[in-house]
Every structure is written in structure tokens, then in C-alpha cells.
């Protein structure tokens, strides 16, 4: 049975870090907090991550980032494309008992588009899903869609029964000040269960005997600990108090590749980090412009964009681990953003806009920033703040833990932001994602378009393309489509993309790790000696 997390006694939670450990304990430490166990509150890679431990979907990721199958065994497209059916595996039971079935499918493809949620984007608001028998659901499209099940690895399927007995029918959004049923407690079909959750505290999670399929790890139980304090972080994991920690500072790597007993694993990142403006609204709500909005202007948004020197943020922030972004993908992922080349940083030019945009002297505008999400996050937005200060924008920065960041500034929180710090891996791995969840329209009432687009940015001509995007099955065809969608968007400035991170774990030399591209950490693959 899953405990209730506020059961637990204040004594074994103050003492989180330094319980002994089993023989196989990986204790694990992040910048930032697993808030809520509900799999649809929070649409984020760590958040993904933790909860994919202990959920699945009908696909999964493999250590190659290719698309398995998973709760769905095979599935099959029509000759046009219109009806994808899934073959669900049988004999998989959640972990209290009872049987993984269609009937769970169905009803968390109506949960995950239900209002709360932040992974409405996963299935189409137009999909129709039909039980073609308890192991068999047909996916009815309107119009064809050869990315569909590409990010269905984080759509976790929840237990119908499980749901509706403990009223967690309804998604729990981010923004929720009172946690739900769901919150505090997970009922997957995953390798692991959650054995307690405190949130800001500890979550220790046991393998799944009953689990499906063959585990590749060795532990005996994951300790999750969240830590915000860098050097704390980074002492715990020298002092074998702890055996993986995320992120390591940028300027703490050498150190713990020297110490004897711990090492950083480092590699390239998909993960996009950039920069949101309200161009939405008729008037911002945190700046002393009153009656208009500047940003609704495109030379106020090149203006911010050029007035911004990338390379001094990859120098002198990232200490080198970050490449300078043109567009809003990685480059890794779209086979023409070579043709792409980011505009030059050019503060006379900006503040030469701003003028002509008629704010000769700037004006005042507030900023949100996560602080324990990205790698140097809040210094990332202070170096942001300076260098807009440098053309006459006065910047007030609000720096705040995840939790509170996207419960405001996303959709949960009704995009209560004027300019925000956002990073973005796309689920699919392919342009579509961004096009449509981060830069695409969100002015359609009954849309996923536009999910995480926290800036509101309108492009309807982006969107035609977008579309066109979704439905075109010949590569190069495609790949000529994305292309003009970013030259769109690239004239425009409808957002201000920064750059790609790099991974930084740090991991005890007694543990193995599988890293991959989309920093998800992933114990059910870990070994500890």
C-alpha cells in the first residue's frame, strides 16, 4: 500500500540525509522540489523524470532516445493515416493490484486534456479513443499525424479505478495551493512505488516486484532529497552523504573531478533556454508603461534581443557550457538550423530601436526567473537584467524556487508574467513540439496551441505553417516547412532564444549511470557498487 506522505514523523524527515544507507540506497539530490506526484500537474523534464519511475506510457524512451513500445506492446496506422490502434500489453497490474486495461487508457486520455492539466498537448483536443476490446484502443484522428505517439512516453496512464475511488478524477494544476488525492499519492505500473513523499523533504521510492519487465538496476530503494543550496549540493555528494546530485555548478566541476571519490558526468543538452515577452496583453502588468504595451512592437522585441550579449552570458556565466542559440530548437534537431545565424549582439543598435520605437529613454519592466530549475537560472536573469539596463530598460527581478515560478508564470497561474526565463526540450524531439506548445497561438478557446507559450506571442501565418508541419509526411517536404516557420519567427522576435546547457551530473564512482540528451535521470537503469 502507498503511505500517505503526512504520516510521516518529523524526526525520520530532519534526518533525511544521514539515515544509514541499505546496501544498494542511491541517495539522490536535486536543486529543486517534486512537489506534486499527480503526472499531469507539471509538464517538466526533472518532475518527468522522478514520476517516470513510477508511471509509464504506452511508449517509452530508450537509452538511445528511440521510441519503444511499452504499456502498448505494437500498434498499427491506417492506410490513411486517420486510426492508430495500440495492442496494450497484458498481465501488467498497478501497484495496488488491480489490472492495466483500455478502460485506464481512455480515461487518462480525457484527464490528460482536462482543464489543470499541463500535458493537454499530449493527445489531440480532436482525438477520439474507442475500446476496441480490454486490451485493444483504436486513436481517431481528424487528420493525419505521423508524430502522435512521440512524446506519449511521459503521457503516464493512471489507474481509472484508482482515481475515481480516491475522487482524483481531475488533474491537480500547478498553481493548486491545496494538494489532491493525487498529489500526495501514485498508483503506476512503473519499476518503482513510492514508498513515502514529503514534499520539500524526502520521496523514497522501492522497486515494483510485480513490475512487468526484466529491471536493469541493482537498488534496493532511490532516497530523493532535494537540496537549493549549490554548495550544500555539491558537499553532500564529496562527502559520500549523498550519490548523485543535478546540476553541478558550472564552476564546481573541476572540484569534483578531483575529488576521489566522485566524478561529473558532462555532455550535450537538447534543452533550449530563452526568453518570454507579453506581446499579448493590451497593457503589461509589471512595468510603468501604462495604456500600451511596448512589446507588442517588434523593434522593442529586436531592441531586447540584440541588447542581449550571449557570448558574455556563455563566458562569463556558463563558464563555457553553453552553445549560443539561433533558433528556439537545438541544432541537433533540425537538419537546416545550420542556415540559421543568431543576430549580432548590438547595444547602439538596440538602444537606437527603442528610440524609434519611441522609449528613447526605456522604460521599467518586471521579470520572472526560476532559481533551482536551469543551470545558473537566476544568474543567467541577472546577467539579463544588467545588460538591458545597459540600453536604458530598468528590469525588476523576481527569482523564485520552481514550485512558485510556474504556478505563476505558466497557464495554471494564467500567465501572470511581463518577461520570463523558460527552457524547453521538445517531447517529440522534433520542431512541431515548439512550433505549436511554445511559439504557436493560445488565443483558441478549447486549443492545446500554445500551452507553454508564457509570452502569448501571435503568429497566425507561424501557425498555418505549423499545421502543414503536422500533416506532411515527406521528409525534406517537412524539413522545408520548419524552415519557413522559423524564418518566421526569426523576423519576428517573437521570443529571444538563449542558448543550449550543458549536463552536468555529478555521480559517486561506486554508480553507473546511463545520461542521456534530455537529462532525465533515470535510476531504473543505475547500478551501485
Known sequence: MIRNSVLIPASIILAALSTPAFAASLRYANQGDLKSLDPYTLNETTTNAHLGHVYEGLTRRGKDLAVQPSLAERWEISDDGLTWRFFLRKGVKFHNGNDFNADDVIFSATRVRAQGSNFTTRVPTNAELVKVDNHTVDVKLKSPNPILNSQWDTWYIMDKEWAETNNATAPTPAAATTPSFAALNANGTGPFRIESHQAGVKTVFKPNPAWWDKPEHNLDEIVFTPIASDATRVAALLSGEVDVIEPVPVQDIARVNSSPNAQVLTGPELRTIFLNMDSSRDELLFSNVKGKNPFKDVRVREAFFKAIDINLIRDRVMRGLSTPS??????????????????????????????????????????????????????????????????????????????????????????????????????????????????????????????????????????????????????????????????????????????QQALAWGVSKKVKLVQRADNQLLFYWAKKE
Open 326 to 499: 539561433a533558433l528556439m530548437i537545438a541544432p541537433e534537431l533540425f537538419v537546416h538550423a545550420k542556415d540559421f545565424e543568431r543576430p549580432k549582439y548590438d547595444l547602439e543598435g538596440a538602444k537606437q530601436l527603442l528610440a524609434d520605437a519611441g522609449y528613447p529613454n526605456g522604460f521599467e519592466v518586471g521579470m520572472d526567473c526560476p532559481n533551482d530549475r536551469y543551470v545558473n537560472d537566476e544568474a543567467i536573469c541577472q546577467a539579463v537584467v544588467g545588460m538591458l539596463a545597459r540600453a536604458g530598460v530598468k528590469v525588476n527581478l523576481t527569482a523564485q524556487p520552481k514550485a512558485l515560478y510556474f504556478g505563476k508564470a505558466g497557464k495554471s497561474g494564467g500567465y501572470t508574467t511581463s518577461l520570463s526565463l523558460l527552457g524547453w526540450t521538445p517531447g517529440t524531439f522534433d520542431s512541431h513540439n515548439v512550433l505549436y506548445d511554445v511559439m504557436g497561438c493560445r488565443d483558441v478557446p478549447g486549443s492545446s496551441r500554445g500551452e507553454t507559450n508564457y509570452g502569448g506571442y501571435c503568429n497566425k501565418d507561424l501557425d498555418a505553417v505549423t499545421d502543414q508541419i503536422l500533416v506532411e509526411t515527406d521528409p525534406e517536404k517537412r524539413n522545408q516547412l520548419i524552415k519557413k516557420a522559423f524564418e518566421i519567427a526569426t523576423k519576428d522576435y517573437g521570443h529571444i532564444p538563449l542558448h
